[in-house]
T-cell receptor
Framework: EAGVAQSPRYKIIEKRQSVAFWCNPISGHATLYWYQQILGQGPKLLIQFQNNGVVDDSQLPKDRFSAERLKGVDSTLKIQPAKLEDSAVYLC???????????????FGEGSRLTVL | SQQGEEDPQALSIQEGENATMNCSYK?????LQWYRQNSGRGLVHLIL?????REKHSGRLRVTLDTSKKSSSLLITASRAADTASYFCATDVSKDDSWGKLQFGAGTQVVVTP
């Protein structure tokens, strides 16, 4: 079974530029998550999708971050304009969980490391 | 602020020794999960314990949960160099019939030397 795919693995941009990350979850997984992990910290949830609807985006800085999950499969996370503090690893995860059923386990991709100069 | 806090922040042990790390959390949970993250990689799920369970085993892993103290512990027995990684606890704070909302702690960095 293929895992969660993310690209690009690494990206270096200057502040005020824009960047986009792509995620392809495990086939059939209804729930998709984007997490931000700053060096030395645990992952922080940015947004959670159930199929193509947003379940939770309370910690997404909406003035600069946006995310979409068209057709309930792939997802993109965009940052525009980027700030120095956005330097982090952006992790995508998926889960087969549907409305309380399923194991609750998350399957993570390898992450996209962003450096903002 | 993060829901879970791991203790210790870092742990250095010799191969063959046991490694114990603890996690405390603040609000009620549906389940608690432990994940491992090797340097530069994504997180890998290790074990899940539900709020009505007190102890769970998986291979060399043993997890306990004390909901009255809002704490959990992860024990890795007979550690190996390959166990070197960061370990995170994650609490599922979903309300009934919601979709699995996980909050992660800051992690414990474990180094196992041969």
């Amino acid at each position: 079974e293929a895992g969660v795919a993310q690209s690009p693995r690494y990206k270096i941009i200057e502040k005020r530029q824009s960047v986009a990350f792509w995620c392809n979850p495990i086939s059939g997984h209804a729930t998709l998550y984007w997490y931000q992990q700053i060096l030395g910290q645990g992952p922080k949830l940015l947004i959670q999708f159930q199929n193509n609807g947003v379940v939770d985006d309370s910690q997404l800085p909406k003035d600069r971050f946006s995310a979409e999950r068209l057709k309930g499969v792939d997802s993109t996370l965009k940052i525009q304009p980027a700030k120095l503090e956005d330097s982090a690893v952006y992790l995508c995860a998926s889960s087969p969980r549907r409305g309380g059923r399923g194991t609750g386990e998350l399957f993570f991709g390898e992450g996209s490391r962003l450096t903002v100069l | 602020s993060q829901q879970g806090e791991e203790d210790p922040q870092a742990l250095s042990i010799q191969e063959g020794e046991n490694a114990t790390m603890n996690c405390s959390y603040k609000t009620s949970i549906n389940n608690l999960q432990w994940y491992r993250q090797n340097s530069g990689r994504g997180l890998v799920h290790l074990i899940l314990i539900r709020s009505n369970e007190r102890e769970k085993h998986s291979g060399r892993l043993r997890v306990t949960l004390d909901t009255s103290k809002k704490s959990s512990s992860l024990l890795i027995t007979a550690s190996r160099a390959a166990d070197t990684a960061s370990y995170f606890c994650a609490t599922d704070v979903s309300k009934d019939d919601s979709w699995g909302k996980l909050q992660f702690g800051a992690g414990t960095q474990v180094v196992v030397t041969p």
